[in-house]
């Protein structure tokens, strides 16, 4: 088993690479609404869906070049996820918090049975954006594309986001929001508002990262975001669910074991979707918050 | 105490109007109603059972679990294979054979179901050592990681369980008798269960964890109790749904399966058993109900062509308005009495009269 060569390894650490940046982007869509309203947004994996579908529909249906369909199809996403925010969860505001899960749920359901009416359940092909999905050689190694782009992509995406969460004051509300809505309030800042942008920054890297998605698997029907999303959220969780490095470690890590583990005990590969969860709770057994989350203690 | 005698006797007049019901169309002996809607009202029944034993966990002890398809799998797989006939199993098992000791076992319907949750019941102590000790949130994705491990494993244990080809053929064994016998059974022990010492422990565990455990419960102990219960009961709602459905595939337990019963639990109110068989009624019948949807209607010059699917997204709609605008369910944490229900229909003629009055008075 431990035989192979050194491409082959870089192979398959390139594509688990892939896979872990994609889980990243949208890990960090839940670690965010997590850090702000504790929420674990079930509805995210479905808005990643609804943004898959966006795409078919102006590249593929009305036929739009890829750049402006990406532009309009990443605003659609972020306007989706504040709609969703606006309606199901803002009236539970001051709710307990397992109506705003239930809520969530709710959601999640909804999107699910609506795009199996407006889309219907027969499976689209996802459309090829740009030259992603062509193959090119670096020394040994054969990669699509995308297996360059999905970490750039990724680095640059965080990089703005850190940016904004750490240098601007938009960034500093959230900081504080996260924190307390009451003293936040108080402090002048606008809690629904910067709750609001979240939605918006989370919706619109899912959408970045359905698009990433569906030129490695290029296969789209309604219930396609459950096992990303489920997976994305683990990420998220083995990272310290809230903290935002945490998603993007745990997201790479959960992405290049997964691919390890398939290529080392291929007679394991149907227990692949089972393997994140194994880890998942290995981690929490000893690290009950995640590798980076903050410990809780209850006070009487 | 003429009130409580009063009340004993309606009940058990109520409940043997009932009983006799159940039976009579069992027996066919009074056929109102069609083998389509005896197969709704089963699951009705096993969605009752579901629903109470998720209510145990998320409503009385307040341990937000997601696990329940998975128990069910447990349950249903295990009532399957053990009330098959041999020779059948070896017929839907074509791929690759049953293995021996399991293609030859074959036991009465009672034995299987009792073994099913006796397995979920096992499996969840296992389960439980790890997982209780989490909180909230990671507790909930912790036992949806272990259902969907679950699913996962038996759609890769070929000569178990037939893999993603899952069985078919299961014997209907299962009828009104049996799911409403069990459904009933279920309430009765809940009732008895939540006033007892244990029930009790739970919902102080429900209502504050640290003030449970100054008072002296074992917070563990006492979880573990209530998981493992719960699983036991999720184990054999899953055997009878095998029964009534008769086909099982490993992905008819997608962790999904966990979000309709929990929309029950939730729609009833959480830590009423009451509500929990109310909802899981209605819910159950309307979801079969709004058929009609799907197959095209007009009201009035508007016609709506046939939207296959449609059917879902109103139900989902109108669980969202539930979920945003009737927190509490049908009845809150509050149970059935027949107090409550003679002190309701007393009021009804005032409460009806309020209404207008404030309408009158909102005119002027």
Known sequence: MFTFTLPELLQQLANGLTIGCLYALVAIGYTMVYGILRLINFAHCDIFMMSMYFCYYFITVFSLPWPVALVLVVAATALLGVVIEKAAYRPLREAPRISLLISAIGVSYLLENLATV???????????????????????????????????MMVVLLVALLYLINKTKTGMAMRAASKDFETARLMGINVNKTISVTFLVGS???????VIWGQKYPQIQPYVGVMPGLKCFIAAVIGGIGNIKGAVVGALMLGVLEILLVWRFSALSGYKDAFAFIILIAILIFKPTGLFGETFVDKV | MKGNKRDFWLTVIVLTLF???????????????????????????????????????????????????????????????????????????YVEPIEPWLGALQCPFWLALLAGGMLSAVVAFFIGFPVLRLRGDYLAIATLGFAEIIRIIFLNTQTLTNG???VKSIPPTANLLWCFGIAALMVLFMLRLIHSSYGRAFKAIRDDEIAAEAMGINLFKHKMYSFILSAFIAGVGGGLMASVVSAIT???????????????????????????????????????????????????????????????????????GIILFYRQGFFGSKEFSWHGLFAFVRELPRRIGRLFHRDKKEAA
């Open chain 2, 250 to 320: 490993p992905n008819l337990f997608r962790f999904t399966l966990a979000y309709d019963i929990l929309l029950i639990v939730v729609l009833g109110g959480m830590g009423s058993i009451t509500g929990t068989v109310v909802a899981a009624f209605v819910i159950t019948a309307a979801k079969e109900w709004l058929r009609w949807l799907d197959e095209g209607f007009s009201i009035g010059p508007l016609t709506v062509p046939e939207i296959p699917g449609l059917r879902m997204v109103i139900f989902s709609v109108l669980l969202m």
């Open chain 1, 118 to 152: 407006l889309f219907s359940g027969v499976p689209r092909s996802f459309p090829a954006v740009g030259n992603m999905q062509e193959m090119v050689e670096i020394g040994e190694v054969r990669v699509a594309r995308l297996a360059i782009y999905a970490p750039i």
């Open chain 2, 164 to 166: 993603s080809m899952g």
């Open chain 2, 19 to 93: 009983a006799a019901l159940v039976i009579l169309t069992q027996t066919g002996a009074v056929a109102f109603i069609d083998s389509y809607q005896i197969h709704i009202l089963n699951l009705c029944a096993i969605y009752t059972i579901l629903g109470l034993s998720m209510n145990l966990v998320n409503g009385f002890t307040g341990l937000f679990s997601l696990g329940q398809a998975g128990f069910m799998a447990i349950g249903a797989y295990v009532t399957a294979l053990l009330i098959m006939a041999p020779d059948v199993k070896e017929q839907v098992f």
């Open chain 1, 204 to 210: 619109a890297l899912a959408a970045v990262g359905a």
